[in-house]
């Protein structure tokens, strides 16, 4: 059975908004794959489900950029005791979270006050971390090597451990053409490896895509995730769906609208979220939608791992969670005296359905596996 797809060749992806925010720059290399040898264009495979990735332009993905970032995603020299690498925290079987930890502890043992987020089908992504404070991929990967509560390094030392590496020299020419790297290569290189991270091989994909089927239960449960919660007069109570979609949107196969939303976990918000970032008392209590691809194995859940199973989750949802200013309209029923009245078989339905979210491809793919020292 294979995988029908769409290959885009990164460089033909136009009219993108990368197109449009990026400057010409007259240092930028020439194209991977252009005459006087350099690195290979590596040709993104993107599931027809899915839609064309948009690639910066000055981050063209090479077969030899993907490679390097791939070693030092797992490289725990980026580390100051050299002991955590990216993958310390973000491991392949839970859908590259950590291990099933509410909190991540760097390598100081101080653990951090957020769940480590899923790294799947980041290329679509529009902003990073749960409060966005990093609108690009590249701008993302410069962060927990020097949050002193992750990795605590500092990038020009990280850097010379593996400048010093004559195989990381051989790793970096082939990928940047350059003899010794900084931060910005390595920035790059990571970026274009967690672009590869594409997940679009669960059962869902496969039912979506006609080439296999789902179980009834589930796929009721998915018409429930797309149907609007009760909400009279227009729908009465109990007749609604779980309305998930609004804010998790299959319509693009990525399960988030890419936005950020208070969904009402709390009546205060500990965590400002969004709000810590823009100083936006509108923005209080919003965090990043996530997607809900493999949500199965990333548990626990939300941005502070409050729940540990998607039964809590769904729990949350349909008693309506906790009423603040910045509650999304879609939260309808933060009333306390009103849920969405999800039936125990729906609850059921909607699990059912979350749960052929799994792809066992992604989860065991060789590919983003710890190729070893360099
Ligand atoms: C100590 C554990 C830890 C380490 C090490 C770590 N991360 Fe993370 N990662 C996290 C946590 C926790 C978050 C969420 C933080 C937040 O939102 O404030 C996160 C968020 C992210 C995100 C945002 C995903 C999204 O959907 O917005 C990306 C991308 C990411 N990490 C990549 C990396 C890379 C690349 C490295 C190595 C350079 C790395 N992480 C190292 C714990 C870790
Ligand atoms: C109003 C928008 C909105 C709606 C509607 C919504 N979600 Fe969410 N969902 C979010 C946001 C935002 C988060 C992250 C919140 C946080 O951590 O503070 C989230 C988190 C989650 C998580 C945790 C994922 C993780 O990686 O930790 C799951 C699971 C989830 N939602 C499932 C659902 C289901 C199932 C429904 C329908 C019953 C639903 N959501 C409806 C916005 C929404």
Known sequence: MSMKSNR??????????????????????????SSGGGPTAYDLDIPSNLPPMVIPFDNPMTVEGVNLGRFLFFEE????????????????SFGFT?????????????AGQRNAMALINLGWGGSFFWDGRSATLEEQILEPVVNPIEMHEQWPDAMSKLNADAAYRDLFTAA????????????????QFLRTLISANSPYDRWKRGEGTIPLDAQLGY???RLEGGYP????????????????????????????????LDAVPPDPGVGGVTG??????????????????????MHDGRFNTLQEVI????????????????????????????????KAQVLAFLQQLTDTAFLTNPAFQDPGPP
């Open 8 to 33: 885009f060749h990164i460089s033909l992806v136009l009219g993108s908004f990368a197109l449009l925010a990026s400057n010409c720059n007259p240092e930028e290399p020439e194209p991977p794959g």
């Open 77 to 92: 020299r980026l580390s100051d005791d050299n002991s955590l690498s990216c993958a310390g925290c973000h491991a392949q």
């Open 98 to 110: 950590d291990n099933g930890l509410q909190f991540s502890e760097g390598i100081n043992g101080i």
């Open 176 to 191: 940047f053409g350059v003899g010794s790297m900084d931060s910005v290569h390595a920035a790059k290189a990571i970026a």
């Open 223 to 225: 018409d429930l995730f």
């Open 233 to 264: 007069p227009f729908i009465p109570n109990g007749q609604g769906g779980a309305d998930c979609f609004h804010c998790h949107t299959d319509a693009a196969g990525l399960f988030t609208d890419e936005q950020f939303h208070n969904n009402a």
């Open 280 to 301: 936006d008392p509108f923005d209080i209590g919003k965090f990043k939608a996530p997607t809900l691809r493999n949500v199965a194995v990333t548990g626990p859940y």
């Open 315 to 346: 729990d949350h949802y349909n008693e309506g969670g906790e009423d603040s200013p910045t509650v999304d309209g879609f939260m309808k029923f933060v009333d306390p005296d009103e849920t969405m009245e999800l039936t125990p078989q729906k």
